[in-house]
């Protein structure tokens, strides 16, 4: 690919005086700037594209790699409420989350600059270009889902103003020299324009990762994040998309082909056969009991972001203890199981759950018919 001989061939300056210095955190660049990086946006340096217009790989003055992405659509909000959306964005700092190096709003154009991560994205690697060189073994992986819960936590809990990405998914996870995982596109929602045709091509786009509340009734929170992590979580840990073909006209979501095998306790048969049997047993079964609990449809059922980065890095026994002993992976079992005598039976507390569920599921879809 041109794009990525440009990469190898490109000699970096390394200027010795940007070395001691502080990096800023942002600023203004000029159009012209950013043309002469990306070659004219040519296509060649072209990165991919998403629902907010495409990227483009290029080479600042000094030599450092950005990504540039040119939004195709601004809604006709006012020129300085860019600004300072883009300003508040790249105020946010934290090692998993994509910074911001800057932004670009001259005449009609809309840019904002990152640093480019050369190891692209998780995507390319689950499933893209990257994916036959299988360069994530399960030491990467495992960091790969503690650092971008890292990121997501703080931009739930910690960034102010508190931002919902409303975005996760393997393409907005960029991986760094190390594989270092570094979450893009938070706070991106703010750049939708109020036209309801971009806002449907963008849930088309990401449907595999939606929360159902959010894919029917439009209502974002932090808990429609942690479904997304969820169904990102399996992926990670089995290879597989977040939708698959089941026939011509059938698709099953990778949490509807998870649930049955974690209730069985078949977790060997989820890991990705990439890994070849090279992964640790406890967490691969650790990610797969928290993506789902993360990916229940229940939003009240989900956990936090802390939470789940407290279980994934399998710091309290008792936690983990209470995430196998979850009414999800018990609740199935009943419906599962042939024999007749199901764990439920042992635990009324189970069985009174499942009562307690059905009206709820009833409501949740009288909501969707009504809206
Ligand atoms: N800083 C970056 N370094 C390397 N690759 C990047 C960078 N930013 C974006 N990309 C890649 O460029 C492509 C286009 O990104 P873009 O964010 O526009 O689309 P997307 O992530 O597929 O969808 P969405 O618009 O929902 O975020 C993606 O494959 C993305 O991983
Ligand atoms: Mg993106």
Not at 187 to 211: M, N, S, W
Not at 304 to 330: R, Y
Request: aromatic share 8%; charged share 30%; proline share 3%.
């Amino acid at each position: 690919m041109a794009f990525c001989s440009m990469i190898c061939c490109g000699k970096g300056v390394d200027r010795k005086k940007e070395k001691g210095k502080k990096q800023p955190t942002w600023r203004i660049f000029s159009l012209k700037e950013l043309h002469s990086a990306t070659n004219n946006f040519n296509y060649d340096n072209k990165l991919g594209e998403g629902g907010f217009g495409s990227v483009y790989w290029g080479q600042l003055w000094d030599g450092s790699q950005i990504a540039v992405k040119r939004l195709k659509v601004w809604s006709n909000k006012a020129e300085v409420e860019f600004s300072v959306e883009v300003e508040i964005l790249a105020r946010v700092r934290h090692k998993n989350l994509l910074s911001l190096r800057g932004y670009c709003a001259e005449g009609q154009e809309r840019l904002i600059v990152y640093d480019y991560m050369p190891n692209l994205s998780l995507l390319s690697h689950l499933h893209g270009h990257h994916s036959s060189e299988c360069l994530l073994d399960w030491t990467r992986r495992m960091n790969i889902a503690i650092g971008s819960a890292e990121g997501i936590a703080y931009l739930h809990h910690h960034s102010t103003p508190h931002i919902i990405h409303r975005d996760i998914k393997a393409s907005n996870v960029l991986l760094d020299s190390e594989f270092q995982p570094q979450v893009a596109d938070f706070g991106f929602a703010k750049f939708i324009p109020d036209g309801a045709t971009h806002v449907t091509t963008r849930v088309k786009g990401t449907l595999g990762y939606l929360a159902p509340e959010y894919a029917m009734l439009g209502k974002a929170s932090e808990s429609c994040d942690v479904y997304s992590f969820g169904i990102l979580l399996l992926e990670l840990a089995s290879g597989k998309k977040p939708l698959e073909k089941v026939n011509r006209t059938v698709k099953r979501s990778i949490s509807e082909w998870a649930l049955p095998l974690a209730c069985e306790g078949k977790f060997d048969e989820m890991a990705d056969p990439k890994l070849n049997g090279k992964y640790v047993e406890e967490e691969l079964k650790r990610i797969i009991l928290v993506a789902l609990v993360c990916a229940d449809n229940r939003p009240d059922k989900r956990p936090t972001m802390l939470e789940v980065l407290e279980l994934l890095k399998g710091e309290s026994k008792e936690k983990l203890t209470e995430l196998e002993n979850n009414e999800l992976f018990k609740t199935l079992q009943t419906v599962c199981d042939d024999d007749g005598i199901t764990a439920a039976e042992e635990n009324s507390d189970i069985i009174k759950e499942e009562k307690d569920l059905k009206p709820a599921k009833d409501s949740e879809q009288e909501k969707t018919e009504d809206g």
